[in-house]
């Protein structure tokens, strides 16, 4: 996954600085991006519209019931149909990914947060407080995320920010185990071992060649995970643990349509469609990059 | 629109058993011995004894009551064979049925029957039942056990629905060696004397309910004495609409209650579908009166008109349950007044202009109507998932929007079930709506809903605090009033005072709804409280 010891010692490199730049690629670099990428760099983008500001994409009211239109299926006027009370679905939509995308994105923030922390303690330490972590973590794991996060939506209550929360300490330990791993891989790498000998201070060899080397998978692995905590807020949502209605949430959407799957597909079909555009998309995204980084496209 | 539920729509066993006897009627014959009944069920109760009526529901089929109540609302004999009621209506005295036992061998005699009074009006909480201490306490002056087959109950005062509310599942006679071993043993295995014990309770999935092969004590109301046909019950929950709707449809149910408004008109087609619309107070919002905004009777008027809710109710539930504008009193109590089901129909107008009498007329950006700076908002408590189901809770959606027209800013605020029923989160303070039913029979419910608060104790039921004196006298005076005409017009006038007021708002009743295989007969629901009875059922062949 990483790239040759000696490579990288050759040359350092700093996160903010040169690491960044990498990241942005040139013209040449862009006529080599694949077509899917686009795509999805489009989707996402529809997406944020979407998630800043939704009336720009609304064709109609997402609160607007109509008890003389219930149930009607796909058409010009309602792109997506409209639900049990006559809401136009793809305005709902539209409507519901601030939500989704900020509990993905607030989710994924809060795990990576916690995880960076707990990891890379471990990943540095001495082996006493790297064995009492990884036990911790170890026994974090042992619970099924999914069971962290329905303790917490049922103690707490179920509300946007305990949505965040809850999808977020369950992924934590699952990255922080990562980090750590990759902290420890390139703790003992032979360009740091390297560095050592040469005498370089301590703080300074974490700061100029640990920490860029160990953080580069992560970049990809946050991008992955928007689209799986979406899912995962999702899935919540769809065990009626979810946020209050009639918040369009990508979620409680699905939830609400459940009941209705064998007369009206869409209900189901359409937001459905949306969590895994988006997240497909967001994957597709982190996968280049993570090809980039790996030097398996020519940057 | 013509409903065809309506025909079905009726507390009456001869309509429901017509219904299932046109089904097949060239099949019709003597019961069939034999066979597992599998009754899907929406909600799980905490406790299998009293309390919530999902729990009622069970004990309808392992315990037996004092007396019984047909779908007429007649008095009718169960455990008690015949009964005298003195002149001045103070002393009931009861000749109770003689051999019968629990199915712990107990003795079922006056002496178990006054054991279970005394443990239901104790003062000790653990032991307390709380309905029926709502019911009673306050008229009850002694009971006594004359001798093993007599019961005598005197009251301080005379209480008119008395025969009616120990017909009522939280009445029912348990085993007093049972009742000895504490509220918990009980809540998990309660011992009655009914058609069925209850054999395992796996929590979260099924009640396991087996024949009483020495059942003696069926009421007058049963269509055949001694025990079940069938030789048991496995009473599953399956809370979510469609898996329950599919295990009728796969066969693995062979009854399911409650069926899925989206489902409701094939299920008409393929299956025997018994309805019965429960009495007492109807889903309703019961409207904060006792802080702003709705302290102002016009602005809970102008709440009352500003939303659908007959055409929200049909919608919602696709014509299975039909809509209980009068937020007072269901339709199926033999009381309730017809004409206040039309109070208050849709009209924003209306709405808009009572807001602006109340002096809610300055609008914010949204639209939301301000008074002294303060926004029109109203939080609508609920139990979602429990005491209201998705169907029930898109009522409130569409109610929600529709009110943003007027100026009002609803918030929906779901409360799991758990913390509801622990009141969490309800004081006065914490809402201005709640929506919720309370079975009975009849009338009688009136006093639960609106008993003033008294010496400083808050009647909780009472969450409109809607406490007028006048209403207090017109129900107490109803509550000891024998002469029917009279009796009805206080329980009529109190209604009016109670809808006229707007201190509800009425949305529908709740209903017990089965579908059932046509090959399983004679199953059908009971009044009071639309309890479903499995004693008579039998399979055909």
């Keep these: 996954m990483t790239k040759p010891a000696d490579q990288l010692s050759v040359y350092p490199q700093t996160l903010v600085g040169d690491q960044l730049l990498r990241f942005l690629p040139s013209a040449d670099a862009l006529r080599t991006v694949p077509a899917t990428v686009y795509a999805a760099g489009v989707v996402v983008a529809f997406f944020l519209v979407a998630a800043v500001a939704p009336s720009l994409l609304q064709t109609h009211d997402p609160f607007r019931t109509d008890l003389y239109a219930t149930l009607q299926s796909p058409s010009l006027d309602h792109f997506f149909g409209t639900d049990q009370s006559g809401r136009d679905l793809y305005s709902r939509v539209v409507q519901g990914t601030g939500q989704s995308l900020a509990i993905g994105l607030g989710a994924i923030g809060l795990s990576i947060g916690i995880a960076l922390l707990v990891g890379v303690t471990a990943g540095l330490a001495g082996r006493r407080t790297d064995a009492a972590l990884s036990r911790f973590l170890d026994v974090l794991l042992a619970f099924p995320n999914l069971f962290l996060a329905l303790l917490f939506v049922a103690v707490f209550g179920a509300t946007t920010t305990t949505l965040i929360v809850s999808v977020g300490l369950g992924c934590a330990p699952g990255y922080a185990r990562l980090i750590r791993g990759q902290f420890l891989v390139v703790r003992n790498s032979g360009y740091v071992e390297a560095a050592r000998a040469l005498g370089h201070p301590y703080g300074r060899i974490v700061r100029q060649h640990i920490f860029p080397n160990a953080m580069r998978p992560l970049i990809v692995m946050i991008t992955m995970g928007v689209g799986q905590t979406i899912v995962w807020a999702s899935s919540l949502a769809f065990l009626g643990l979810g946020v209050a209605p009639p918040s369009p949430e990508w979620g409680a959407l699905l939830d609400a349509g459940r009941n209705y799957v064998t007369v009206a597909w869409w209900l189901e079909v359409m937001p459905g469609f949306a969590i895994i555009l988006f997240a497909l998309s967001v994957t597709v995204i982190g996968q280049h990059l993570q090809d980039r980084l790996e030097g398996r496209v020519n940057p | 629109m013509t409903r065809p539920v309506r025909r079905l729509a009726v507390r009456s066993i001869p309509a429901a058993m017509a219904l299932a006897l046109a089904a097949s009627a060239a099949a019709a014959g003597e019961p069939r011995q034999g066979g597992i009944i599998r009754y899907g069920h929406y909600q799980e109760p905490p406790c299998l004894y009293t309390g919530w009526v999902q729990a009622g529901y069970i004990q309808r089929q392992y315990a037996d009551n004092l007396v019984a109540r047909d779908n007429d609302g007649n008095i009718v004999p169960w455990l008690a064979t015949s009964w005298t009621v003195s002149n001045d209506n103070l002393t009931y005295t009861f000749r109770i049925k003689p051999d019968v036992k629990f199915t712990d061998g107990t003795v079922l005699d006056a002496n178990a029957i006054l054991y279970n009074f005394n443990r239901w009006l104790s003062d000790d909480p653990a032991k307390a039942n709380r309905n029926a201490k709502l019911y009673v306490a306050e008229y009850i002056r002694q009971i006594s056990a004359p001798d093993p087959l007599t019961l005598k ?231 979602g998932g429990s005491l209201l189901s998705a169907d029930a809770t898109l009522v409130l959606q569409i109610l929600q929007d529709q009110a943003r027209d007027v100026g009002f800013e609803v918030v929906l605020k779901p409360i799991p079930q758990a913390d509801w029923f622990a009141g969490k989160g309800r004081t006065v303070d914490d809402y201005e709506a709640q929506p919720a039913y309370w079975v009975a029979s009849s009338a009688e419910i009136l006093k639960i809903s609106w008993r003033p608060d008294e010496g400083g104790v808050i009647n909780a039921n009472n969450a409109s605090r809607f406490q007028p004196p006048e209403l207090w006298k017109l129900i107490e005076t109803a509550d000891r009033t024998f002469d029917d005409a009279e009796r009805l017009k206080l329980y009529q006038d109190a209604q009016r005072l109670i809808v006229n007021n707007a201190a509800v708002v009425g949305l529908f009743p709740l209903t017990f709804t089965i579908a059932a295989q046509p090959k399983l007969r004679d199953v059908w629901i009971s009044s009071p409280v639309s309890e479903p009875v499995f004693h008579d059922a039998w399979f055909e062949e």
């Design chain 2, 153 to 383: 109950i005197e009251l301080s005062k005379p209480y008119q629905p008395l025969l009616t509310v120990l017909a009522t599942y939280f009445f029912g006679i348990l085993s007093p060696t049972a009742l000895e071993k504490g509220q918990e043993a009980i809540c998990e295995k309660p011992i009655g004397s009914g058609p069925f014990y209850v054999d395992e309770w796996k929590r979260g999935q099924y009640v396991v309910l087996k024949r009483n092969p020495d059942y003696n004590s069926a009421p007058a109301t049963a269509k055949h004495q001694g025990p079940a046909h069938v030789d048991g019950i496995v009473w599953k929950f399956l809370k979510d609409n469609t898996l329950r709707y599919g295990s009728l449809q796969s066969g693995e149910s062979d009854a399911i209650y409650d069926v899925p408004a989206v489902y409701w008109a094939e299920a008409q087609k393929n299956y025997t579908i018994i309805q019965d619309i429960t009495g007492g107070t109807p889903t309703r919002l019961q409207l904060n009166t006792a802080r702003p905004p709705f302290d102002d009777v016009r602005v809970r008027q102008a709440f009352a008109h500003v939303s659908d809710r007959r055409k929200a109710v049909e919608v919602a539930t696709h014509g299975s349950i039909p809509y209980n504008g009068n937020g007072s009193l269901s339709q199926s109590s033999p009381e309730h007044v017809g004409a206040l089901h039309d109070s208050y129909p849709y009209d924003p107008a209306a709405a808009n202009r009572l807001l602006d009498e109340a002096g809610w007329s300055a609008r914010d950006r949204n639209g939301v109507r301000q008074k002294d700076g303060k926004p029109l908002t109203v939080r609508l408590l609920y139990a």
